[in-house]
């Protein structure tokens, strides 16, 4: 379903499948998180999809916070679950909560 809006194509990853056992637990311990990204009137540029991938890096949980109408965040949503590989757990109101394993890196 294309939108009015540009949109912003990265490279795709796959999401994690949970169940909704997991995506419930999650939930849970995101409620205390603060948004740790906030995507702004520029949209989904890669200098966000790089923060937002940064910060997955970091922490396996996070939330985003998207500063757009209504329509426009649930398409931004979804963009970011597909740029970032990451599981899109919930979304309320402006902020998202997305769920990624941590990815482990080889010793060179």
Known sequence: ???????????????????????????SEAQHL???????????????????????????????RFDHERDERDVLAAEVAEATGAALIMQVGKVAVYYRNQVKTSPE
């Open 34 to 64: 603060e948004p740790v990204v906030r995507v702004g009137k520029n949209g989904l540029t890669a200098a966000v999809v790089h923060s937002i991938l940064q910060a997955l890096d970091s922490h396996t949980l996070i939330k985003v």
């Open 1 to 27: 379903m294309e939108t009015g809006t540009s949109r912003t194509h990265f490279g795709k990853m796959t999401e994690p499948t949970l169940t909704s056992q997991e995506k419930r637990k999650l939930k």
